[in-house]
């Protein structure tokens, strides 16, 4: 497969020394081709094709049944050429090897049958580790939030990238950058948390460990789609315009300027009532004009005819296709539809300005030129692609690194855990033997895996009684009742086991699926944060028992437990957590790992009261006027270790002054920046990790603030007895917001940096005030604070 390909009639033209020529820039390259080029080759190039499409009904994009039509001649869908592959691993389960051999042989066809012998694009899905049978399955996304570690979420998006790329695929679609707003949607396990900044910094890094091997990073869903009303599945959004600029398009920006994705992906939704696929505003002049992004938009899919079948804003196909086109969407996905026949005929016919398609092009023939798929020496077959694996040793130890890490601890009275092999312990919970509870709706187990049983998952996959059945010899176990339905004939069974036991594990929460095949996922939205099915009533039978209970929740968004929750002796929550999840749950509940993550989300008290997240002004929190209580039950940012840490000596100063300003109100100049540092030591028996957070307190704004709003963490690993400083070096510039004119604004007056465990666990309060003139900020604003962690001394009384 990598013997020569044929060289075709139009290498023979002057200008193939330019558009081949590797010494001229990737747009150069593009500028010489693209005039070159018949109407129907250029077309051709922003299209992709979804050959494995299924359109039984049981397929795994929305609407796939009813968009998919009749079957595309692969002879005529590449005739022209094609712009990209879609998803040739995650259709349906496939060995690896045979995989790339397989992709290998489509792109020398579609090479040696168009007339300039340009490869496709091949994308993927790899939310969760590269979308194929038999790839390492890694956290799901509110996992990487819990763990407050961007460095480790890098080294996990360099793992996946690599395989992609040893695979013969060149873009992955993800990351997903939404930042939640409703729990209660079912695309909640996908997203990083309910804070921007938090979403931002930890989504940049993953693309910067795609990026680093060369696979173009897809940020979505652009945007405002976690927005939707009533948290239903591809629903309108009612956000103001400020919502969306200060909550939403942070983490897009941080993304693009700090990771350097070269591709973005629209949100399926509308927003007052103009679907983003048709918003110029969005995806030219905020995307290109003002944030200078230079990569491709592709559609999410289907959504080009959405605006003809859901919408209602187009006509037809071709009308479809002119309002993408011009609002700034490049490649039409998964496969040949709007942007094909019905757009060259309305190009032909003078409804749509050529110009519209040489425009796209462009960005698509430069995308190609930079992943090298127009140079000479191009071969379809990866080297070493006869020995691919895609679940190795080294990318299976990050995954177990990451669910370690975003283990989180709420609640543990009376140091109930860790637990005790010499105890009787119980295990009860329907997710407590189940490997699937451990995979979120994007890997390929549950997103595909599922409608090919008798392939298995293709990984191993240990549950949650396997994995502590090893640590504790004598567990018992009853499941009690099933995830979803009525059925409670097992609790008599569970409370027996709970009974006769010093300690009960309770392990409930999702099972991760798509369409309504599961109670998290994407399509599997909720009504309310009540558990799944008769859940509730078991975990309310266990309880009764009197036998200390530890509540593991496994699931894809956070809970409310109600009353209950109080009676549990200890909690215990993780989102999702890969293929390695059971091995670092049971680690964390028998102590071999010391729990350090922290809640990416709120946990809520009350179910069925609307769901808010922590980024809330004053009047979002509790009053006397409402008998609504949205007081969480944990925080955000949230989370308990199995050793004690100490802070103190926190300051802040002026980058410029020597003194600390510990006490009055330190000047910042609005276009300055200062030090905050505090000193952290572990004052505990064991090795631990702390989670230091800085949230900004602004009391008086020109428009309603959040309360408080993280602007900076650091995670700083502590043996016992050590101690580190703490310093973020904190810009005016995060103070940011959108003023009561529409600009971003750093605005005069006194604000607060507040260090603290968690967002309701202030440890210190340090007063500054904002000097100088209200100042205006764009894109080129400087986004985030930096950490630095450095030893500090041991007193000599410790």
Not at 221 to 250: C, I, K, Q, T, W
Not at 559 to 577: C, M, N
Not at 757 to 782: D, I, K, M, T, W
């Amino acid at each position: 497969m990598n013997s020569q390909l044929p060289v075709h009639d139009a290498e023979t033209s002057p200008d193939v020394a330019r558009w081949r020529n590797p010494r001229l820039g990737p747009t150069e390259r593009a500028d010489a081709l693209l005039p070159l080029m018949s109407l129907e080759e250029k077309i051709a190039q922003l299209a992709g094709v979804w050959v494995g499409a299924d359109a039984s009904g049981e397929g795994v994009a929305p609407h796939q049944s009813e968009m998919v039509g009749g079957e595309l001649r692969w002879s005529d869908v590449i005739r022209h050429g094609l712009g990209q592959l879609t998803r040739p691993f995650g259709t349906a389960p496939v060995d690896p090897v045979a995989g790339a051999r397989s992709l290998a042989a489509a792109q020398a066809e579609i090479v040696a049958t168009s007339r300039f012998g340009i490869p496709a694009q091949v994308h993927e899905e790899c939310l969760t580790g590269f979308a194929a049978w038999r790839a390492t399955v890694y956290p799901a996304p509110l996992c990487w939030g819990a763990a407050f570690d961007p460095e480790l979420v890098e080294q996990m998006a360099g793992h996946i990238g690599r395989s992609l790329r040893a695979a013969g695929v060149h873009q992955g679609l993800a990351p997903v950058l939404d930042v939640t707003r409703d729990y209660r949607w079912g695309r909640t396990e996908e997203t990083i948390g309910e804070d921007p900044y938090l979403v931002g910094t930890t989504g940049a890094a993953y693309v910067r460990g795609l990026e680093s091997v060369g696979v173009v990073a897809t940020l979505k869903h652009f945007a405002g789609y976690s927005a939707s009303r009533g948290g239903r599945n591809l629903a309108p959004v009612s956000m103001g315009r400020r919502e969306l600029a200060d909550v939403v398009l942070p983490p897009f920006e941080m993304a693009l300027r700090l990771g350097g994705a070269r591709s973005v992906l629209h949100s399926y939704t509308e927003i007052d009532g103009l679907p983003v696929a048709a918003d110029e505003g969005l995806l030219t002049r905020l995307l290109r004009d003002e944030w200078a992004f230079t990569g491709t938009v592709v559609a999410d899919y289907f959504a080009v005819r959405f605006l003809q079948a859901l919408h209602g804003v187009a006509a037809d196909a071709a009308d479809a296709a002119r309002l993408a086109l011009r609002a700034g969407i490049d490649v039409e996905l998964p496969s040949v539809d709007a942007f094909g026949p019905p757009l060259v005929e309305a190009v032909r016919a003078g409804e749509v300005d050529e110009a519209l398609i040489d425009r796209a092009l462009r960005r698509v023939l430069t995308q190609k030129i930079e992943l090298g798929l127009l140079d000479q020496g191009w071969q379809p077959l990866p080297d070493g692609a006869d020995e691919l694996r895609l679940d190795d040793p080294a990318g299976r130890e990050v995954a177990l690194r990451l669910a370690r890490e975003s283990v989180v601890l709420l609640r543990n009275d009376g140091g109930l855990l860790p637990l005790d092999a010499h105890r009787r312990v119980a295990l009860v919970g329907p997710v407590a033997d189940d490997p699937m509870a451990m995979l979120g709706c994007y890997s390929f187990p549950v997103h595909v895996g599922v409608r090919h049983p008798e392939h298995g998952l293709g990984v191993e996959l240990p549950s949650l009684r396997e994995a502590l059945g090893g640590r504790l010899p004598g567990l018992t176990y009853s499941p009690g009742c099933a995830v979803t339905g009525d059925d409670t004939s097992g609790f008599a069974a569970a409370v027996a086991a709970a009974t006769a036991a010093d300690v009960c594990v309770l392990a409930v929460g999702d099972r991760s699926g798509l369409f309504g095949r599961g109670t998290s996922g994407e399509g599997c939205d909720a009504t309310d944060l009540r558990l799944p099915g008769v859940q509730p009533d078991l975990v309310r039978a266990v309880l009764a028992t009197g036998t200390p209970v530890v509540l593991v929740l496994l699931a894809g968004r956070p809970y409310a437990l109600g009353p209950e929750v109080d009676a549990a002796a200890a909690v215990v929550q993780a989102f999702f957590p890969g293929q390695r999840g059971g091995q670092a749950l049971a680690e964390v509940l028998t102590g071999a790992v010391n729990p350090s993550g922290r809640l990416p989300v709120s946990v809520p008290r009350d179910a069925g009261g609307l769901p808010s997240t922590y980024l809330t002004p004053t009047l979002g929190r509790r009053s006397e006027v409402s008998s609504v209580d949205p007081t969480p039950a944990f925080p955000f940012g949230h989370g308990l270790s199995y050793t004690t840490f100490e802070w103190s000596d926190a300051g802040v100063r002026g980058v410029d002054d020597a003194p600390a300003a510990d006490a009055g109100r330190l000047d910042w100049a609005v276009d300055g920046e200062v030090e905050v540092d505090v000193t952290v030591r572990n004052t505990g028996t064991r090795a631990g990790a702390e989670v230091v957070q800085l949230y900004l307190h602004d009391p008086v704004a020109q428009t309603t603030r959040p309360v408080v709003r993280l602007v900076g963490y650091a995670r700083v690993p502590l043996a016992p007895g050590e101690s580190a400083r703490v310093t973020f070096l904190v810009p005016a510039d995060v103070t940011s917001f959108t003023g009561a004119h529409g600009q971003r604004v750093v605005e005069p007056g006194d604000v607060e940096l507040r260090l603290g465990r968690s967002s309701g666990a202030v440890a210190a309060a340090l007063p500054l005030r904002l000097v100088g003139p209200e100042r205006a900020v764009g894109h080129q604003r400087r986004l985030v604070s930096t950490a630095r962690v450095t030893p500090a001394a041991v007193p000599q009384s410790a």
